[in-house]
């Protein structure tokens, strides 16, 4: 059973900042999903990050977490896990600086093939798609991911399975 967040309800922005659920989404080879974003008019300074978003007025993490898995990927068949880490991270993106708190569950799913169906506006103008990994081909990218440490995480997540209690990541601020 996922933790839930004892703040459900709670406004998104509370403290300051955005409370946002994540997915490590894995299917049945131990690949993660993981989108690719950049910036809005500069496809050049781009990224891959794992699905997910802020939450929706009185939604739970939990609810969020498969909300956006089903908008930003059409995978809706999952099992979703238990929160594995939590993360605070502030960074400029679309002309504007975000701070967030963010949950990462972990889930499985057996379907592989993504498709977006409810991307945002900015979404759209920055998701240029979406790629399975192996945690092989994460430790030897050059490009960038975020989390930054996703590739040894991932490492840690499949050697030993989900951590007891969520880890808490080291802040990161771009």
Do not use: K, N
Request: with cysteine.
């Amino acid at each position: 059973m996922p933790a839930e967040d004892p703040g459900a309800g709670a406004d998104t922005y509370a403290g300051g900042l955005r409370r946002v659920a994540r997915v490590v989404l894995l299917d049945p080879a131990d690949r993660i999903l993981l989108l690719h974003g950049h910036e809005p008019d500069d496809p050049a300074d781009d990224w891959w990050f794992t699905p997910g978003g802020g939450l929706e007025g009185d939604e739970s993490r939990a609810a969020a977490a498969l909300r956006e898995l089903a908008e930003e990927t059409g995978i809706t068949d999952v099992a979703l896990g238990p929160v594995l880490w939590r993360r605070r991270c502030s960074f400029p993106f679309a002309g504007r600086r975000w701070d967030q708190d963010e949950w990462y569950y972990l889930a499985r799913t057996t379907r592989t093939a993504t498709a977006a169906t409810a991307l945002t506006e900015l979404e759209r103008r920055s998701v240029a798609g979406a790629r399975w990994w192996t945690c092989r081909e994460l430790a030897r990218t050059h490009e960038t991911v975020y989390p930054t440490r996703l590739a040894g995480l991932l490492r840690t997540l499949l050697d030993e399975g989900p951590p007891a209690e969520p880890v808490t990541l080291d802040t990161e601020i771009v």
